[in-house]
T-cell receptor, first 115, second 115 residues
Framework: DTGVSQDPRHKITKRGQNVTFRCDPI?????LYWYRQTLGQGPEFLTY????????KSRLLSDRFSAERPKGSFSTLEIQRTEQGDSAMYLC?????????????FGPGTRLTVL | KQEVTQIPAALSVPEGENLVLNCSFT??????LQWFRQDPGKGLTSLLL?????REQTSGRLNASLDKSSGRSTLYIAASQPGDSATYLC??????????????FGSGTQLTVLP
């Protein structure tokens, strides 16, 4: 257990529905990241927060995706009008911001299946 | 664009053997490199982080090396055990310009250690 928690762990939804995932980082970490991982591949970066500010967004993050970190603590990732191609593991990570020694700690992930 | 490659994609060894996992990256202007372990259906566990100014890091039976000029890193596992069976991922964080915090991952090496 890295100290990063994600909820739910599994989500099955029908195409076209909206889903929301939550990430609780390690409490003193001011940096939070979302990644997406498909089977047999490494994680791909989606977005990054420093405190409550969303500072980076990948081109993978289409208009149907939105992420928030309202008080600089937990974060939510919402996918609207889900598509089958959204099926993946969504991983959250956090870090303390220690320059070149900055280690990202990952949560257990939320596995999304879109039927 | 940074690309990270891990070869082989899968490796099977008998218990007790020493082994080396390889990671190569195309852009040598990296900030740091992390090695992770991922068990099936689970999140990522950080194993070692090597800063760009370092040549190697050690933790227990694990030793990671970094050669920025050739764009390579290796993860050495001594006296392998069945519990080491997992997928090993390497990830690089690019140079410090701007807010480039995200990690770029390879696809991983799936290691099986046979009893």
């Amino acid at each position: 257990d890295t100290g990063v928690s994600q909820d739910p762990r599994h989500k099955i939804t029908k195409r076209g529905q909206n889903v929301t995932f939550r990430c609780d980082p390690i409490s003193e970490h001011n940096r939070l990241y979302w990644y997406r991982q498909t089977l047999g591949q490494g994680p791909e970066f989606l977005t990054y927060f420093q405190n409550e500010a969303q500072l980076e967004k990948s081109r993978l993050l289409s208009d149907r995706f939105s992420a928030e970190r309202p008080k600089g603590s937990f974060s939510t990732l919402e996918i609207q009008r889900t598509e089958q191609g959204d099926s993946a593991m969504y991983l959250c990570a956090s870090s303390l911001g220690q320059g070149r020694a900055d280690t990202q700690y990952f949560g257990p992930g939320t596995r999304l299946t879109v039927l | 664009k940074q690309e990270v490659t891990q070869i082989p994609a899968a490796l099977s060894v008998p218990e007790g053997e020493n082994l080396v996992l390889n990671c190569s990256f195309t852009d040598s202007a990296i900030y740091n490199l992390q090695w992770f372990r991922q068990d099936p259906g689970k999140g990522l566990t950080s194993l070692l982080l090597i800063q760009s100014s370092q040549r190697e890091q050690t933790s227990g039976r694990l030793n990671a090396s970094l050669d920025k000029s050739s764009g390579r890193s290796t993860l050495y596992i001594a006296a392998s055990q069945p519990g080491d069976s997992a997928t090993y991922l390497c990830a690089v964080r690019r140079g410090s310009s701007g807010s480039a915090r995200q990690l770029t991952f390879g696809s991983g090496t799936q290691l099986t250690v046979l009893p």
